[in-house]
């Protein structure tokens, strides 16, 4: 019987063992996440969305119900909108993605533009009032409002239209929904206008940074 010789018996040391099959899990479901408990989100409805909920109650609760599928229900009590989780949702964020959606609603979006929070990933959010940038008071403030909109909004439009965003302008709170970078420009231009930048050099710099938007992506 012939014996393997030294130079095979050290190649065969030197092979490192096989490395074991990686194990494969099943992705969670909601409620297993939470270790079977039912995961909940309050929205509070203010006093003067009331009507206009209660008029789109059926196209706020179709997509959320059939196609998120997340419960909601409108507590009148204690005058909010409840969501909650269902055994057969299908992902965790659908939930977040569906209080964000409502929340959008309450702050004075528009339906068909608060709905894209639902479709798309990477759209926000963002308030700030007007005493955060300056300090105004009585006709000071009511002028900044109205540098803000315009005549007839064309400011606010020419806001919207170049920076790809929806602005809310409610009282001296200003709201504005759209991806990171968007907010951001529009922010830039809506804080100029407060602090008393003519609207004509807003539109020229506006001009000029959606250009260079455009250009990146």
Not at 190 to 202: D, R
Request: aromatic share 6%; net charge positive; glycine share 4%.
């Amino acid at each position: 019987m012939e014996l393997p010789s030294s130079s095979a018996m050290e190649t065969d040391a030197n092979v490192p063992p096989a490395a074991p099959p990686k194990p494969l899990f099943q992705a969670l479901k909601p409620h297993e996440m939470s270790d079977g408990k039912v995961q909940f989100r309050k929205i509070p409805v203010p006093s003067h969305r009331f009507a206009p909920l209660k008029r789109n109650w059926m196209e706020i609760y179709t997509p959320i119900y059939e196609q998120m599928k997340v419960d909601i229900r409108m507590n009148l009590k204690a005058r909010r909108v409840e969501l909650k989780t269902r055994q057969d949702t299908p992902d965790v964020s659908h939930l977040q993605k569906c209080a964000d959606f409502v929340h959008a609603f309450m702050l004075g979006f528009d339906l068909c533009d608060a709905l894209a929070l639902l479709r798309l990933d990477d759209l926000y959010v963002d308030s700030f009032e007007i005493k955060d940038v300056k300090t105004l008071r009585g006709e000071h403030l009511s002028r900044a409002i109205g540098r803000l909109s315009g005549k007839g909004g064309k400011t606010k439009f020419a806001i919207e239209n170049s920076t790809r965003t929806r602005i809310v302008i409610a009282d001296t709170k200003i709201h504005i929904l759209g991806s990171f970078v968007n907010i951001k420009v529009a922010r830039d231009s809506l804080c100029s206008l407060i602090l008393g930048s003519p609207a004509g050099k807003v539109y020229s710099k506006l001009r000029a940074v959606s250009a260079r938007i455009a250009e990146r992506f």
